[in-house]
């Protein structure tokens, strides 16, 4: 009671000394005078025109009683009256007042409209007009014209300095279902009239605050009377003056705890919201809001330090903490609150301890609960969907959702509560359904018919929450699953239209869209996902994979302008929307770390930008520096999957009950290659081995299904690209480091008809014009191969080298440029036999490879009949080679290699052949019937093999086409077994 006893002798001047309050039905607005005659049984409502004594106007319409007033703006209606000269003149001329004696008062009647009263009243007229006159002397002023202005500035305007402010708390309480209007009757507050009265309330505090600025109370009276009334900005304003003027401690604290509950509640500035909270963290809700605001930005570290630090100062009893609410449920929010921290990493280990925190009688229990059993749903490991039933089944809330679910919706009686955590745990029931986690392949079948049971409870969930949009989130993903694509999508509309900014329903539309081939909607959609989370990884992972689709389509549209003679500057074009895919990648695991497929994905991407960033750079040491950079991120990212890869191989045991989120959270060894193609890259060529050998020995192995998530993943693996290209490339290594490499420069002397070690092929016989043009021959490094006017159109001319055919891999030849030639032009590798009745070596067939006319890759493979002399050999087999195959088309201006290479194929029965046009592999599809050409004949002692160029063209064509180097790779174990 001490307090109240020192507060009343502060209070009684205030409280006891004011006027009594007008009575609100009396104190009106009114338009008009208000009078009192003597002898009047009523009081007159008139509009004063004049008072006149013996003969002189002492006031008229056209001086003092002018009706002056301010209007509002808006709507020009009175917004104040101004009648101190009215005042003044009644003062002076009516009632008991001396001069009132002889004088007369003239006005016009408003209420009654003719007022009549014998002996006191006298009528006149004035032209059409007509008048009322009175002696002054009968004459009392009851009211004057006023509005709600007048109203309220007149009765607080009679106190000073703290009474002004409890007058108007005073007059405000009596009057407020007036001012607050909330049915806009006539005689209430206008809507100019409420701004104006609040302006004028805060004055009246402002007024006070002025003489003595760190009064709390006057902050918290104010603040408190905006926030009643909705006035966000005035309430946040007021509490920032405070703050300002360093009104003391505990206020100043509880001040900054405002503005920061105001910033994170109302405004969601979480960034502007933290020096508030932390000016205030002696309170545990601003430690909570600060945490929130840490949570929003994304800075989870940071949240999960401040909440640490809170359950801490809770446990320890902290004299300086003051809390909220109960230990229990401070403990309860804080570590429900860390829960979800944990939770949105996938640190579902972390997310479940901390939930067992949560104490049991902490309001915060129930809420956890459901928490884990949502955690556990995504999670979805086999014995999590059992666990989910155990959690919820204790619950109260299960007992009354599963009687609801249990009655016919039919039911007239049945009714169905408001119950947000009701509606929670059924969607979480929902999906323990086995139609939920076990995959269904629908194929071109009709699409599985859902549960009863499990639509049931996800009405009854639509029921006891109508705002929720989870029901329909699970409906869709149910039908999807059962492959009701378009049930899916009209679950996910419906649900759109309860909560249009749900993150998961918008991107649950944009995968749909995305699959149906709808990309820019799918586009759209990821895009707002985004907006309204920025942290959302699977929309940053959809984004990527559209940036990827994208990036497909401009490659095939920059060949088909290449193709149309637009000069492209390819690897410029294609930079750009390359970064933006890596971005998205890079985006997703720095939310989400344990995403195999996309750290793989973003692995191989660092791999194409090392290849194509530093074309696009003019200083060659700064490009290297990049290729490498991009190199080793790639060789990293492989790494890291290679190290989980290798731990799988470890478990103890494994079985057959692999759940979709096991198997997306499972790496395959395909990373093994990717690590390989970087170390290679970068020129550590013994560890590329070493990936790619133990790629091959995980499959290969006693334990091979240790790594893989199910038997059915360790299969489909084991017929995929990314054992091919394992075994590959493999061999490739190895025989690379059996290889030895031969150059030709066409160094030396030029001679006429003299071209070093190559020879004009005789037979069959070349065309009497070839190497007849005058730059033919080798001068100035360079080999010049020309026609000088083809004499007999489409005969074949050839210049070779023979070589050894048990070991020769690859031939290839720099031209220095591609030229626009209207001849055929190229390499070739020609098997000649001795075992062909003819004396000495003759050629058996030909492989070929060049440009044509248009500038196009061509391919051929040619035989041998040199018995016939009208046809000494014909075309058995070829095609133009695809663009897309060599990044094409090729600019003529810029230098081409071509090259040739035969490998073994896998089980090494026959030869492969692979055409390399500028470093693009693109190996050629020889037919079934070409057994000559294929066939692993190797250890042959009587085959040799010849490394040519060859030329054609029609009649009197001619021209030149220049190589600046040769090279010849030989492989000593070309033919032997691995």
């Known amino acids: 009671m001490l307090p109240w006893v020192l507060l009343l002798p502060l209070l009684a001047p205030a409280l006891f000394g004011q006027a009594p309050l007008p009575d609100a039905t009396l104190e009106k607005p009114r338009t008009n005078l208000v009078i009192r005659v003597q002898g009047a049984t009523r009081d007159w409502e008139v509009m004063p025109l004049a008072i006149k004594k013996g003969g002189t106007t002492i006031a008229s319409t056209a001086n003092d009683f002018r009706l002056e007033r301010d209007k509002w703006e808006r709507t020009g209606a009175p917004k104040r009256y101004r009648l101190d000269k009215w005042r003044k003149v009644f003062n002076d001329f009516t009632d008991t007042a001396p001069q009132a004696q002889g004088a007369f008062f003239e006005f016009q009647a408003r209420a009654p409209r003719t007022p009549t009263l014998a002996g006191v009243v006298e009528e006149r007229t004035s032209g059409r007009s007509t008048y009322f006159r009175v002696p002054c002397e009968k004459v009392k002023v009851i009211g004057y014209p006023q509005t709600w202005v007048n109203i309220y500035e007149s009765y607080v305007g009679q106190f000073e300095g703290d009474q002004r402010r409890l007058a108007v708390k005073a007059w405000e309480e009596a009057n407020r279902i007036l001012i607050e209007n909330a049915d806009q009757v006539a005689s209430g507050f206008s809507a100019e009239e409420r701004n104006d009265f609040a302006e004028f309330y805060q004055k009246q505090f402002v007024y006070v605050r002025d003489r003595n600025p760190q009064l709390a109370t006057i902050y918290q009276e104010l603040a408190e009377y905006h926030r009643q009334r909705g006035n966000l900005d005035a309430e946040l304003s007021t509490y920032l003056d405070g703050i300002e ?9 509880e001040f900054n705890l405002n503005v920061g509950r105001i910033f994170v509640m109302r405004l969601q500035l979480y960034r502007q919201a933290l020096p508030y909270l932390l000016a205030s963290r002696a309170f545990s809700e601003a430690r909570i809001l600060a945490a929130r605001c840490h949570i929003e930005l994304g800075e989870l570290d940071k949240a999960r330090e401040a909440l640490k630090g809170l359950l801490a100062a809770i446990a320890s009893g902290a004299a300086d903490l003051v809390l909220e609410l109960t230990p229990e449920n401070e403990t309860g929010r804080a570590n429900l609150l860390l829960a979800r921290v944990e939770f949105s990493e996938a640190s579902y280990g972390a997310a479940e301890a901390t939930i067992k925190l949560i104490p049991p009688a902490s309001a915060s229990w129930q809420e956890g609960q459901l928490l884990f059993a949502a955690m556990l749903t995504q999670r979805g490991l086999r014995d999590d969907f059992q666990k989910v039933k155990e959690t919820l089944d204790p619950l109260p809330k299960m007992a009354e959702a599963k009687r609801l679910t249990s009655t016919k919706s039919t039911d007239p009686n049945l009714v169905y509560p408001y119950d947000p955590a009701m509606c929670e745990a059924l969607v979480l029931y929902a999906q323990t359904d086995a139609q939920f986690r076990q995959p269904i392949e629908t194929g071109d079948r009709p699409p599985v018919k859902p549960s009863d049971a499990v639509l049931r409870m996800l009405e009854v969930a639509k029921a006891t929450d109508p705002l929720s949009a989870e029901p329909y989130l699970a409906e869709g993903r149910l039908k999807q699953r059962l492959g009701d694509f378009p049930g899916a999508l009209e679950a996910y509309l419906a649900g759109l239209v309860i909560d249009p900014r749900n993150v998961r329903l918008n991107y649950a539309v944009a995968a749909l869209r995305y699959k149906a081939g709808v990309v820019s909607e799918a586009k759209d959609l990821a895009s707002r996902c985004l907006r309204q989370n920025p942290r959302f990884h699977p929309a940053l992972v959809l984004l990527g994979e559209i940036a990827l689709s994208d990036l497909d389509r401009l490659r095939d549209d920059l060949m088909q302008r290449r193709a149309a003679g637009e000069k492209v500057a390819f690897e410029s074009e294609l930079l750009g929307p390359l970064k933006e895919a890596t971005a998205f990648f890079q985006g997703a695991l720095e939310v989400q770390p344990a995403q195999p497929d996309v750290k793989l994905t973003l692995a191989s991407l660092y791999l194409q930008l090392a290849d194509i960033t530093p074309a696009t750079m003019n200083v060659k040491a700064d490009a290297e520096d990049v290729r490498r950079a991009y190199l080793v991120k790639a060789r990293d990212l492989a790494g890291e999957l290679m190290a989980a890869v290798r731990k799988l191989g470890e478990r103890p045991g494994v079985d057959e009950q692999a759940t979709a989120s096991e198997i997306a959270a499972t790496p395959t060894p395909a990373c093994f290659n990717v690590y390989a193609a970087a170390c290679y890259a970068m020129g550590e060529f013994a560890q590329a081995r070493g990936a790619l050998e133990e790629h091959l020995a995980i499959l290969r192995g ?8 199910s038997n059915r993943v360790l299969s489909e693996y084991r017929s995929s690209e990314h054992v091919k290209y394992a075994e590959r490339w493999l061999a490739a290594i190895r025989a690379n480091e059996r290889q030895y490499v031969e150059r030709e420069e066409f160094d030396g002397e ?19 014009s070839f190497m007849k043009s005058a730059g033919a021959g080798i001068r100035n490094g360079k080999l010049t191969i020309g026609l000088a006017g083809q004499k007999e159109g489409f005969v074949v001319s050839r210049l070779s080298v023979p070589k050894n055919y048990a070991t020769l891999t690859r031939f290839s030849a720099r031209f220095d440029k591609r ?7 190229g390499i070739s590798l020609t098997k000649l036999s001795s075992n062909t009745g003819k004396p000495g070596l003759a050629p058996v067939n030909c492989v070929m490879l060049g440009i044509d006319p248009q500038g ?3 391919w051929q493979v040619r035989r041998f009949k040199l018995d016939d002399q009208a046809r000494q050999e014909e075309v058995v087999a ?3 080679i695809d663009v897309r195959r060599y990044n094409g088309p090729l600019d003529k201006d810029a230098a081409l290699t071509l090259a040739l290479v035969r490998r073994l ?3 090494r029965s026959s030869l492969v052949f692979v055409a390399v046009i500028n470093g693009y592999e693109v190996e050629l599809p020889l037919p079934e019937g070409l057994d000559d050409v294929r066939r692993n004949d190797l250890e042959d002692k009587s085959i040799q093999i010849d490394c ?14 220049s190589v600046d180097s040769a090279q010849f790779v030989f492989d000593s174990g070309l033919g032997k077994p691995e």
Do not use: M, T
């Open 702 to 709: 006693p334990n091979a299904r240790k790594h893989f998530a």
């Open 245 to 253: 003027n360093k009104v003391p401690s505990p206020q100043l604290e």
């Open 856 to 858: 196009q890759v061509f």
């Open 819 to 825: 030229g626009e030639q209207l001849f055929h032009r």
């Open 750 to 768: 030029f001679k006429p008809e003299f071209y070093g070690q190559w020879n004009i092929v005789s037979a069959p016989k070349p065309d009497l």
């Open 878 to 880: 070829g095609d133009l």
């Open 948 to 961: 040519g160029f060859f030329v054609w063209a029609l009649s009197d064509v001619a021209g030149e086409f």
């Open 905 to 907: 194929s896998a089980d």
